[in-house]
């Protein structure tokens, strides 16, 4: 009895252990998960609901019927985008035609005729920019060339799926411009079943990813290149002659 009476208090100890230090530990531990575990989901969820919102918002998206403003500017990646460009210009949409980001090889002259642009037309009123290699960098050179000409008001040719992240960048580069989109419609995404396509999805997909990383870019100013070929100042301007 007395055996027992003393192993009483380390039995004890032993289960105080055991009980009361061991579980708490465990329980943070699956706390940590469990919260980890709903941040996941969470987090998975807002990034879908953004991906259908983004989606919902491309496939709806439409010219403007009476486009009018300062000046257009197209921001190169086929000669489609730039003949609705031309388009615009020859029916007095604009005043003076920005081509954004063309290839350096390009010539006027090949550019012209690839669009079947008068000659009277393209050497009046349309610039030529060869300094941008991307989307930032067509933002930079936009807008040094919209302020070197005193316009408020400009018309944003590029593709519909295309254009979100355009404009966010455009908006960046000068919060107070006014800038139009005029979406170029290569295929009608609305009625089209664009999600059982793998090439639409995996397009929509790549721009929706570039989307937040311009979003997370312009919001907290990190990772974020210049976007031209040159280091020119943004007193210069796009070639004209």
């Given at each position: ?41 969470l987090a998975g969820a807002i990034v879908f ?46 005043n003076r035609l920005l081509i954004s980001g ?34 930032i960098g067509n933002a930079s050179e936009t ?99």
């Open positions: 009895m007395e055996q027992m009476t003393r192993d009483t208090p380390q039995t004890a100890a032993t289960q105080q252990q055991a009980g009361g230090v061991n579980p708490p530990r465990r329980s943070v531990l699956r706390r940590i998960l469990r919260w980890t575990g709903f941040a996941v989901i609901g953004g991906f259908l919102r983004f989606a919902d918002s491309v496939t709806t998206l439409r010219p403007p019927v009476d486009p009018k403003a300062d000046a257009i500017v197209v921001l190169t990646g086929g000669y489609q985008r730039i003949d609705q460009a031309i388009e615009l210009l020859r029916s007095g949409a604009g063309a290839y350096p090889a390009s010539t006027r002259k090949q550019i012209a005729k690839a669009t079947q642009t008068p000659a009277d037309l393209f050497a009046c009123c349309v610039d030529i920019g060869y300094d941008a290699i991307d989307t807008v040094r060339w919209i302020h070197a000409k005193g316009y408020k008001s400009v018309l944003v040719v590029t593709n519909n799926y295309h254009m979100p992240r355009s404009i966010a960048e455009l908006r960046h580069a000068d919060p107070q411009m006014d800038f139009i989109p005029y979406p170029v419609v290569n295929s009608d995404l609305k009625t089209k079943a664009w999600f059982t396509d793998p090439n639409a999805l995996r397009t929509m997909l790549s721009e929706y990813a570039k989307v937040l990383l311009t979003g997370g870019r312009n919001l907290f100013g990190f990772a974020r290149p210049a976007g031209l070929r040159s280091r020119e100042s943004d007193d210069s301007e796009p070639q004209k002659d």
